[in-house]
Nanobody
């Protein structure tokens, strides 16, 4: 099977930084888009940033200039560097990837278990 395992969440004061990591493992043939989403209490899950296999990135307006997504294809890992964190960034952050498994003709959507990020003084 395929798994996405996240790490790097935690608590930080406003203005601080955190780095999230998400590693894909299992019987993987190829990975298309990898990205991060977040869900705050009482709100819908929203896109934070994505990184395509072709190297293009996409960010939510609310995080542009503060967050940076990167990707290591050899390690099948995507990162999210979060700087100048604000209380409104508090949420559970989920890794997402479009993965084609071995012997599968198509890509499927996979999600990590989520990691809590809390920004508070």
């Amino acid at each position: 099977q395929v798994q996405l395992v996240e790490s790097g969440g935690g608590s930080v004061q406003p203005g601080g930084s955190l780095r999230l990591s998400c590693a894909a493992s299992g019987m993987i043939f190829s990975i298309n888009v990898m990205g991060w989403y977040r869900q705050a209490p009482g709100k819908q899950r929203e896109l934070v940033a994505t990184f395509s296999n072709a190297g293009s990135t996409n960010y939510a307006d609310s995080v542009k200039g503060r967050f940076t997504i990167s990707r290591d294809n050899a390690k099948r890992t995507v990162y999210l560097q979060m700087n100048t964190l604000k209380p409104e960034d508090t949420a559970v952050y989920y890794c997402n990837a479009e993965i084609r498994r071995l012997f599968s003709p198509h890509y499927d959507d996979y999600w990590g278990q989520g990691t809590q990020v809390t920004v508070s003084s």
